[in-house]
């Protein structure tokens, strides 16, 4: 590893690749994302957990949504919801230190080294509640959806008024998104607000797993990435594991997986796998499982491409991301 | 820290409690859950991730409900179905290394330093498909529920087959589960593998925060466990700020909390909180940001009494349940 | 894992043998150090690095030297002196948050969540210094040691004083103590004391490394117990590896070692290791480095028994003494 | 944080400083080393642990000799020994899984997903054995020196062999390193084949401290970089607090320090101070701890510029010492 003077990202990112630990692996999620990208027989699934949006990441995601490099999103409530915020024109403050009662009474939310307005995020969740308030009166009686439904109709409702954010992004580009716990966020404050004024929405949860689990009859092999792990990496796991189960005949029609023994069950392992995490492995949990542990579910193939950066996302994210953008020229 | 032989579990832990560091935090973990439980206004709630119940970790969140010394529990889907497979019959089995490409194979699962058999796992989702066959079939149509309403019927179908698990304790005691990302496990696979037969069940995610948000009225004040993060800390976290929304007048009836600058909303926040978790500070996310954060946004109480013990819940958990049923005499 | 009422530690311990991920490993800590206690052939290394002694774990060190459970001692230089702070009558203070600014100016130091006062720390630092100067007149010249024969012989100065810490507790058990970064330490400084007062002192390095290894003449087989990682883990893997280095012919008179393809050197892995640590692997460093990874240079036998148990020594310490104390009756 | 084409490193850089988490405070750590090296009143400390040398970040580290942006050096042993074995013309090879037991018998040390070749490792500990016979023929009997002049010989040395290492580039420069447990590493067993050929040496830790703390009288303020934890983080944190007791009157003439309460010492706080770590301060020991506990003991100075950025240094040394040099034009 060189110092070399003005030097590009990808140029010190692939220099990164010839040494070891995580600075090798970044290198090595820079490879295997570009390669899924240009994979066309591959459709991308992000998975987004941790508290990014406020730290800015949200534009990088936004990017890979309008550069159509993923086909999915499934984000954490909180991810799609803070980043309107600035959307909105308002901001997150960076501090230094501070007393967080000081800051519960001044009506600020602290965020690690951020802090967010308590008003407006209360006006952010206003707003979602005027959609929701909307959207019941459109629709008449008690609508019942999916949350993949609810936020194509609410990136409608957020583009017609201009706000340029992630689900805006993935209503213009056709990505679907799916938040499987949504109303853990202010998505769920704002349905319990719509609730006050007399309208009730209803978010099937179910449905948004036959959903999911259908697109696999449009996929032929799937690539992702995790940034953080929870629900999002988890419910992205899945798909290579259970959508046949839908059919009662336990394969999905027209497409080829593995056997295993004892189960009647077909397997389609995801062929790319990238994880940005700063969990780990030894406390068992899925979040800093290493990919290699998915290939005894079936989830990630034996011989896939698959890497685990263990690094903060605001380091790894914005560095993958030029360097994959000088990669494909975007 | 003298080494006394013969000493009790509960004696150990008030010896850590006069050294520093993770051993102090432990031992004010048991203080606080001891209070929180002998403390007649306060109800108690506990969310539960990570991949515990494989641990063998569920007959102690068992305990607690069975000594109904918690009135919620927040899991995800994996811990409250996972126990299933042993409460079945079957076990999880031990690994010392091990090729996940053979596993696969072989048909075992594994979870760090565990395997489990996918033949196991598939009778586990298949009860839940035949208990939800059955429900469609008794409701008719397509029945839509929370997921509270849902798991409070799956424990009875349980306690009816006489299948000792969370979910059937849970519903002999009378303590709820709410379990926001329910599909993001086997019920989700459940789900898909009903839809198959012809049984389509609705879980409605908003049906869930109403309900949560509704315990509100029947509460005097809280106390909360965390065990790992993710959802269910988020979800517990979220009791103490938002359940007034949905009164069109930002006030819960009967109850008395605090304002902050600029908004509207009152927040009651939980007066004993304890986390149990592996994660840090430094990566900015809500698993695993101190308790204290959690005052600036009005969740804990400025002068609560709150510890955070960084330790895997596979050593801090049996160690903590054992000095508290020492100190309660359960 | 049942709840069981009054349950011992080591019945406690025995039953998350049987569970998972780190409380498992927890299990097999206390089983492999047991058995390398007993084992007659076996010479036990313990290394003693963190900031461990402040937090009262040195008492647990000096236990396993007055039952000559461990036969060399491999400290950081804080470590055996900030416990005889404590064994001097002065105190460490718990903290509950605190303005470090204002800390130093009122004369604490922070250790976490615990301080020190730094008068007592000066005086603890003084004493060390008498000591040298003492020795320096007793020697006459300029005194040149191994840090083993420099703690050696203050162990017997602190012994005739009354002052019964870990480096008097050794002295009287006849276990050498190696600490091959001394002077980074308050050893250091009052080294610097002594020498403002005339007496320069030298503390041969060499000396250590070339007695550390002669130790191989009279040792069968070797058992490690590492207690965080840093110098004291990485000195006493060396063990394993180099001492037959100093016969220029490659090999321990009346030792059998194994021989790898390529080099002269002759091997002699550890038979029994265990970690307690809370580093990681994934960062490439000593200090969180698997024990498997010590198989590939010699330093761990293939086969032999080893285990890394990840957790903060302020609980896993306390528990494996007292369940290895309920198991040998001591 | 947009994503823009063909951004340069610097410019990358300074937007992460507009986000939060570690992406921000990369950002300061590069901001507050540019400030330290074109302070002219500073002399800079660098701090050197973990397995880095071997994963090709020497070249980074010479890079900060050779521009004379660091004054001292404080490495671990195996840091600037590892390295010479790529200088010597031989590698380090990428790893991608492989099982210890046979990297063993095939003569190859993995570290994390490297290896090495034993009988490279074996030829560089012969290289610095050869030296040392040469220096103990030259100087005669049983030399005596510091770890300082020893490294200072043995960079003249290398040098004359054409050998361009860390060691030898800071012969070149003038830089002084100091290693205080010098023997932990290649250099102790390279110290064993010299005493096992006849040529006795001795390193004296004693003169090491007096040396480092004597470079107080030529210093003015004082910044610090320190790439991991571990002795060379704690040596060098030292510096700020201790040089002064060597004069038996407290008090480094010709500076001027800051007293505390109870205690006649003065205090010299380091102006400047950056920890890139992997570590967490949860566990209370040196190598997480934060700078801001640095304050409490007088080791970091109050309002002075300091930041500790979580990360492997594999991803942040790269990235910061590129954006350092397009500042400083070097």
Known sequence: MEVVPHRGIDDLVRAM????????RLSEAVEIITEMIIDDDVTVFMGYAGSLSVAGQWRIIKWFIENEYIDVLVPTGANISEDIVEAMGRSYYQLDGGDDSYLFKEGYNRYFDLCGVESDYFEMT??????????????????CMSSREFLRRFGGFLDGRGIDCIVSAAYRHGVDI??????????????????GRGRRIRIDNAADYIEFMSLAERVKETGVIYIGGGVPKDFIQLFAVTPDLMYDRFEIPGRKGLKRKGVKETFYPHKYAVQ???????WGGLSGATLEEGISWGKEAVGGRIVTVYCDATIALPIIAHAVAERLGS
């Open 17 to 24: 690749g010839k040494t070891g630990f995580q600075g090798r």
């Open 126 to 143: 206003s707003l979602i509640a005027d959609f929701i308030c909307d959207l019941v009166d459109a629709e008449g009686g008690e609508p």
């Open 178 to 195: 799916f938040c499987p716990a949504i109303v853990d966020s202010p998505y769920g404050d704002a349905i319990l607000m719509a609730y």
């Open 276 to 282: 940005i995490t700063t969990d780990s492995p030894q």
